[in-house]
């Protein structure tokens, strides 16, 4: 097994007025030659937007761009003739394929929403964009993991053109899972949303992240109350 931790003050602030993010991997002018990218996962921001404030509309090509709100309302609108709204148990999918431009505002004029921004490079390249949400809501689970993303479109989840496979848990103290590896080859990239967990004697708290991969399975048990993201996807 092959580890990587990055604690949630090493990663890279950027701070707009409007937009406050930080970047686990290199983005925008954080860069970082060792943080480029776990596998195929090129981006993980942790935005948090201000009260009406948001992305104007900007262009994308050949990336799988997902979105799990974790506070808030946030306004999506894209090329494609969407405009809907994700709140916090909402993951959304943009597989932008050959071009699609859109925008996201916080939908609130009264409070930020808190939102992951998690960019992963695509299977196959110049497919046609294609646009996807879910609400977990009915099918969260306590003290284990539940999927709600995978490469197949007929599976619990949004779907993405990527063998990769996201799950989410939500741990009361001193709970645990074992989580197995999907498709061999891939690496799991773990953050913490919020609590306490240990995995392999490692101790991760609120906004850690921990890149795992050369192993068949992990053992993820919370040290205090947690809620987690697990991403497995392709190391090369």
């Known amino acids: 097994m092959n580890t990587v931790?990055?604690?949630?003050?090493?990663?890279?602030?950027?701070?707009?007025?409007?937009?406050?993010?930080?970047h686990t991997f290199s983005f925008?002018?954080?860069?970082?030659p060792e943080r480029m990218n776990f596998g195929v996962l090129r981006v993980l921001n942790d935005d948090r937007v201000q009260a009406g404030m948001g992305f104007g509309t900007h262009p994308h090509d050949n990336m799988e761009i997902i979105s799990i709100?974790?506070?808030?309302?946030?306004?999506?609108?894209?090329?494609?003739?969407?405009?809907?709204i994700i709140k916090e148990g909402d993951v959304q999918i943009m597989s932008a394929g050959t071009g699609v431009t859109?925008?996201?505002?916080n939908k609130n004029k009264d409070k930020e929403v808190k939102f992951l921004q998690i960019w992963i490079f695509p299977k196959e390249k110049n497919l046609a964009p294609r646009y996807d949400q879910i609400s977990t809501r009915d099918i969260e689970k306590d003290n284990q993991f539940y999927q709600v993303l995978s490469p197949n479109k007929d599976d619990q989840g949004?779907?993405?053109?990527?063998?990769a496979?996201?799950?989410?848990?939500?741990?009361?103290?001193?709970?645990?899972?074992?989580?197995?590896?999907?498709?061999?080859?891939?690496?799991?990239y773990v953050f913490i949303l919020e609590g306490e967990v240990e995995i392999n004697d490692a101790k991760l708290s609120n906004r850690d992240g921990m890149g795992i991969w050369d192993t068949e399975s992990i053992i993820v048990k919370a040290t205090e109350n947690a809620r987690v993201l697990l991403m497995e996807v392709p190391m090369n």
Request: glycine content about 10%; cysteine-free.
């Open 165 to 188: 496979w996201f799950h989410i848990g939500k741990f009361a103290k001193e709970k645990s899972d074992t989580y197995t590896i999907k498709k061999e080859g891939n690496g799991v």
């Open 5 to 22: 931790i990055h604690k949630e003050e090493t990663r890279g602030k950027a701070n707009h007025g409007w937009l406050n993010s930080s």
């Open 158 to 163: 949004v779907w993405l053109n990527q063998d």
């Open 28 to 32: 925008a002018n954080y860069h970082n």
């Open 102 to 105: 859109h925008s996201e505002y």
């Open 69 to 84: 709100p974790l506070e808030g309302d946030l306004e999506h609108k894209d090329s494609l003739g969407n405009v809907t």
